[in-house]
């Protein structure tokens, strides 16, 4: 069965970057849109980050545009969200998802000094 797996949350001071990954098994990964969600408390879930199945198409949210690069290693069956110059805004669960339907559980990141 499909699954996604995030991982890289944490704790980081304004201004500083962290890097998410998320693994993905049970389909044949270089064929779909991989995408990065996130869901701040009492706010909505949130499209951030998309990227093709070769990697070639990029799309980024207009909050993260120029901060957060996503990137994916077929060869590893992994996606890549690196979060540069984070703000307190910044601060939600990050979710990996396939098609709007499968989702993984979460990686929680905080930005607080």
């Known amino acids: 069965q499909v699954q996604l797996v995030e991982s890289g949350g944490g704790l980081v001071q304004p201004g500083g970057s962290l890097r998410l990954s998320c693994v993905a098994s049970g389909f044949t990964f270089s064929r779909y849109y991989i995408h990065w969600y996130r869901q701040a408390p009492g706010k909505e879930r949130e499209l951030v980050a998309s990227v093709n199945g070769d990697g070639s198409i990029t799309n980024y949210s207009d909050s993260v545009k120029g901060r957060f690069t996503i990137s994916r290693d077929n060869a590893k069956n992994s996606v890549y969200l690196q979060m540069n110059s984070l703000m307190s805004e910044d601060t939600a669960v990050y979710y990996c998802?396939?098609?709007?339907?499968?989702w993984g559980r979460g990686t929680q990141v905080t930005v607080s000094s």
């Open positions: 998802n396939r098609g709007g339907v499968y």
